[in-house]
């Protein structure tokens, strides 16, 4: 973890992979939404079938949003938008998403 | 499952300089919740007129140490976060903080090993965790690290982990220096390549739980290099973070 400096948001002109990060950097924005840590959980994308942890996608983190690719095939997964008064959720990209339950 | 993960105010309660570029704050932490090795913390800074800026850092501390971290924050040109730390912050400021935070890549000592660890510069901070937190368990897993750093006097924790070494024959440290190695350096003076990544092997087994945290292309070249030596892919998890020095 550390500062980033990633110009573009989307990933889209990160031809050579350099500016990457990955889904451990928004943990903690995901964690806020979901209620538990998912960098851990699973999950499939709905592109090319990859089944394979949250911590593990491509993410692009500057910018008004935070965009989460897919390691294998690049496609877009998991967009979050944040204004002041609410979190826009966008997860066409994941055909399903694992959420440990509360065993207490 | 614990407590929603809110904001909290810890207090830095010491500082110490670890290279010229990084530094290692101690943070009592009210609301202090045990990390798993790992882990990170996200910090947010308020300005006057309310502009916010936050980052994540990852814990270099051991989890054992109750009621307190530290997070070892690598100064960024030009970063809003890190310069205030480098240049501003003192012992007893107040900081916004939430964690621990991160469940993917993360370690306990009951998750076993043998254990492979590959650091790019500041990507050593949660790996360090990982070092700090198997000693204080008491184990010998049988353990290596691999740190790639740019020149000898950038090595983060440089003494420390010399220290570990020679009080545990079962920890093994390679360094490389990529940029400029000084007389009578007797680590690699190379980027990560799959020679090196096959001796690392060598000394701790071909079926390492690994970790590889740093840049991007180090992460891609040392995780790539390792399957193409027969590591089993499922053992490996990254960490990615910008390019080094940036």
Same mark, same amino acid.
């Given at each position: 973890m550390n500062e980033r400096t990633d110009s573009d948001n989307d990933g889209s002109a990160d031809t050579d992979g350099s500016m990457t990060l990955d889904g451990n950097a928004v943990a903690g924005l995901l964690e806020e939404i979901f209620g538990t840590d998912l960098t851990g959980q699973p999950c499939d994308c709905a592109h090319c079938g990859n089944h394979a942890e949250v911590g593990t996608m491509r993410a692009f983190i500057l910018g008004p949003g935070v965009t989460l690719r897919c390691s294998i095939c690049g496609e877009v997964m998991i967009r979050v938008v944040q204004t002041p008064d609410a979190t826009y959720l966008d997860l066409r990209g994941t055909a399903s998403l694992r959420m440990p339950r509360s065993t207490t | 499952m614990r407590a929603p993960l809110a904001w909290q105010i810890a207090t830095v309660t010491a500082i110490r300089q670890e290279t010229a570029t990084v530094r290692s704050f101690t943070f009592a932490v009210p609301d202090w919740q045990r990390h798993l090795a790992g882990q990170h913390y996200d910090v947010r800074l308020t300005a006057p007129d309310g502009y916010q800026a936050q980052r994540s850092y990852s814990i270099a501390s051991e989890p054992m140490r109750t009621g307190e971290i530290d997070l070892t924050i690598e100064r960024i040109e030009g970063g809003e976060v890190s310069s205030y730390f480098h240049d501003v912050a003192t012992v007893g400021d107040r900081i916004e903080i939430r964690g621990p935070i991160g469940g993917y890549f993360v370690w306990?000592? /009951?998750? &076993?090993? =043998?254990? #492979?660890?590959?650091?790019?510069? $500041?990507?050593?901070? =949660?790996? *360090? $965790? *990982? #070092?700090? +937190?198997?000693?204080? /368990? &008491? %184990? +010998?897993? =049988?353990? /290596?690290?691999?740190? $790639? $750093?740019?020149?000898?006097?950038?090595?983060?924790?440089?003494?420390?982990?010399?220290?570990?070494?020679? /009080? %545990? =024959? @079962? #920890?093994?440290?390679? +360094?490389?220096? @990529?940029r400029e190695q000084p007389p009578g350096w007797s680590g690699y003076g190379r980027r990560i390549d799959r020679s090196m990544l096959f001796d690392v092997l060598a000394a701790i087994g071909r079926q390492p739980r690994v970790f590889i945290c740093g840049p991007t292309l180090l992460v891609e070249a040392a995780a790539e290099g390792l399957v193409g030596l027969a590591v089993d892919p499922a053992q490996i998890r990254t960490e990615r973070f910008g390019p080094t020095g940036v």
């Open positions: - | 306990e000592a /009951a998750i &076993g090993g =043998p254990l #492979l660890l590959v650091a790019g510069g $500041s990507g050593v901070v =949660p790996l *360090m $965790s *990982m #070092l700090r +937190h198997r000693t204080g /368990a &008491g %184990d +010998h897993i =049988p353990t /290596a690290l691999l740190f $790639s $750093s740019r020149r000898r006097d950038e090595v983060i924790y440089f003494d420390e982990l010399e220290s570990l070494r020679d /009080a %545990d =024959p @079962t #920890l093994r440290v390679f +360094h490389t220096l @990529t």
